[in-house]
């Protein structure tokens, strides 16, 4: 009798063992695997981690390349026919070329399947509609502000930029003069970082709605704001308010690694950014202050209405994906409200903005007046988008190297300007 008890107990022990592994192979096999691209960033390694825990249907094999090579090597995926189902466009511009190649499924159909709302992010239907088509979501909202280091200000006994911001003072010129007031003149203190992106390169003129090469195919810099953008750079280079452009790309600076350090009052970058304060605060990386110690306010502007510049970061599905429908999901889940509220926890501006998100990033900021501006509504000037984007991009970092190290006047500066335009819509329409 206790023989076949044993037998019994046994049978029914390697019964549910069996079960127990089946279960696990059908979820397992339930799970359709995507192969995803993106690049370094920690805090998008959490955003696939946390949709991967979310749901059981689709699982995201994220393919992750180094952000300095993340575009070229992109391009060079694509174009050699790589086996992907969806991808992140680290620059916005390049969806262009993309389309045209046909490397970028049209989502239409997919959006009216799965009935995904778009009218959230209607601020950026320039970003995601060519054509007249769909190609892409953003998750990723777009706005640049300024960000500071009240440390920086207390020892130079020099206001805020808030404080300008609040008297409607926040200019470019005012800017300029700031960042003198707090520099110490010797490169121990710099007033500001302006990078050496060509998006940083004209803020006045993005912000102004110059497009430099029009959709159309005219150049279109007739407009003071272009050299002015040029000549502050140099004003403020030559004041030594800013870290020189040659020494940012010699040196391989990173502007958060310059700005965590503690010797830089003002970053005008993204809305990525209070992301990267995470990090820095989490792994200890502030130098001489605390993560109480630094704020973000508006961009500087001169327009009559507060304007701010950027694109949204966007995902795309693969045309040549055979998982169409699975890479979807995923980037709608990161486009839609259950991601946004993820992304702001990982200190990223979404593209869609709830309740659930505002709440969210309570503690993400250190004081309610940096939240205020991160949140307010606000007109964001894209830049070049277009099919000439590519050109306008690659051209403008050489252009101000080259004005930075001569005595360019302003109609050789002008009409290098114009040359290299030229040069640029002959060749994208050979």
Same mark, same amino acid.
Request: hydrophobic residues 40%.
């Given at each position: 009798?206790?023989?076949?008890?044993?037998?019994?107990?046994?049978?029914?022990?390697?019964?549910?063992?069996?079960?127990?592994?089946?279960?696990? %192979?059908?979820?397992?096999?339930?799970?359709?695997?995507?192969?995803?691209?993106?690049?370094?960033?920690?805090?998008?390694?959490?955003?696939?981690?946390?949709?991967?825990? %979310?749901?059981?249907?689709?699982?995201?094999?994220?393919?992750?390349?180094?952000?300095?090579?993340?575009?070229?090597?992109?391009?060079?995926?694509?174009?050699?026919?790589?086996?992907?189902?969806?991808?992140?466009?680290?620059?916005a511009?390049?969806?262009?070329?993309?389309?045209?190649?046909?490397? *970028?499924?049209?989502?239409?159909?997919?959006? *009216?399947?799965?009935?995904?709302?778009?009218?959230?992010?209607?601020?950026?239907e320039?970003?995601?509609?060519?054509?007249?088509?769909?190609?892409?979501?953003?998750?990723?909202?777009?706005?640049?502000?300024?960000?500071?280091?009240?440390?920086?200000?207390?020892?130079?006994?020099?206001p805020?930029?808030?404080?300008?911001?609040? &008297?409607?003072?926040?200019?470019?010129?005012?800017?300029?003069?700031?960042?003198?007031?707090? @520099?110490?003149?010797?490169?121990?203190?710099?007033?500001?970082?302006?990078?050496?992106?060509?998006?940083?390169?004209?803020?006045?003129?993005?912000?102004?709605?110059?497009?430099?090469?029009?959709?159309?195919?005219?150049?279109?810099?007739?407009?003071?704001?272009?050299?002015? %953008?040029?000549?502050?750079?140099?004003?403020?280079?030559?004041?030594? @308010?800013?870290?020189?452009? @040659?020494?940012?790309k010699a040196?391989?600076?990173?502007? %958060?690694?310059?700005?965590?350090e503690?010797?830089?009052?003002?970053?005008?970058?993204?809305?990525?950014?209070?992301?990267?304060?995470?990090?820095?605060?989490?792994?200890?990386?502030? &130098?001489?202050?605390?993560?109480?110690?630094w704020?973000?306010?508006?961009?500087?502007?001169?327009?009559?209405?507060?304007?701010?510049?950027?694109?949204?970061?966007?995902?795309?599905?693969?045309?040549?994906?055979?998982?169409?429908?699975?890479?979807?999901k995923?980037?709608?889940?990161?486009?839609?409200?259950?991601?946004?509220?993820?992304?702001?926890?990982?200190?990223?501006?979404?593209?869609?903005?709830?309740?659930?998100?505002?709440?969210?990033?309570?503690?993400?900021?250190?004081?309610?007046?940096?939240? &205020?501006?991160?949140?307010?509504?606000?007109?964001?000037?894209?830049?070049?988008?277009? &099919?000439?984007?590519?050109?306008?991009?690659?051209?403008?970092?050489?252009?101000?190297?080259?004005?930075?190290?001569?005595?360019?006047?302003?109609?050789?500066?002008?009409?290098?300007?114009?040359?290299?335009?030229?040069?640029?819509?002959?060749?994208?329409?050979i």
């Amino acid at each position: 009798m206790r023989k076949l008890l044993y037998v019994f107990m046994v049978c029914v022990f390697m019964v549910a063992v069996v079960a127990l592994v089946a279960g696990f %192979s059908i979820g397992a096999y339930a799970k359709e695997t995507i192969t995803y691209y993106l690049w370094d960033d920690p805090t998008y390694k959490n955003i696939v981690e946390a949709f991967n825990a %979310s749901q059981d249907e689709v699982f995201v094999d994220a393919k992750i390349i180094p952000a300095a090579d993340y575009d070229n090597k992109l391009r060079t995926l694509l174009a050699g026919g790589a086996e992907m189902d969806a991808f992140m466009t680290k620059t916005a511009h390049d969806i262009y070329p993309m389309v045209e190649n046909r490397y *970028v499924e049209p989502l239409d159909d997919l959006i *009216v399947k799965y009935n995904f709302d778009l009218s959230a992010m209607s601020a950026y239907e320039r970003v995601y509609r060519i054509d007249g088509k769909v190609y892409n979501i953003p998750f990723r909202g777009a706005a640049y502000y300024t960000y500071y280091n009240k440390k920086v200000f207390e020892k130079a006994g020099v206001p805020t930029p808030d404080t300008y911001v609040e &008297k409607g003072e926040w200019t470019w010129e005012k800017f300029v003069e700031v960042a003198k007031q707090i @520099a110490t003149g010797d490169g121990k203190i710099y007033g500001a970082l302006m990078y050496f992106w060509s998006l940083n390169q004209v803020s006045p003129a993005i912000q102004r709605g110059v497009q430099f090469i029009t959709n159309e195919g005219k150049i279109d810099i007739d407009d003071d704001s272009v050299l002015y %953008s040029f000549k502050m750079r140099k004003e403020l280079e030559q004041a030594k @308010a800013i870290i020189p452009q @040659a020494e940012l790309k010699a040196t391989k600076t990173h502007y %958060s690694k310059a700005f965590w350090e503690g010797n830089v009052g003002m970053l005008l970058i993204g809305a990525w950014f209070p992301g990267q304060m995470l990090s820095a605060r989490d792994g200890n990386l502030l &130098k001489d202050y605390t993560w109480n110690d630094w704020a973000l306010t508006r961009l500087p502007c001169n327009e009559p209405e507060y304007r701010t510049i950027d694109v949204p970061t966007f995902n795309c599905v693969h045309a040549d994906s055979k998982k169409k429908d699975a890479a979807f999901k995923f980037i709608a889940w990161m486009g839609g409200p259950e991601g946004a509220k993820v992304v702001a926890q990982n200190g990223f501006l979404p593209a869609v903005v709830t309740p659930e998100v505002e709440e969210a990033f309570v503690s993400v900021f250190p004081d309610k007046a940096s939240l &205020k501006y991160f949140l307010e509504d606000k007109v964001v000037m894209p830049h070049w988008l277009n &099919k000439y984007g590519v050109g306008i991009e690659n051209m403008l970092g050489p252009v101000m190297e080259e004005y930075l190290l001569t005595d360019m006047s302003d109609d050789q500066l002008k009409s290098l300007i114009n040359e290299k335009l030229q040069e640029i819509i002959e060749k994208r329409n050979i």
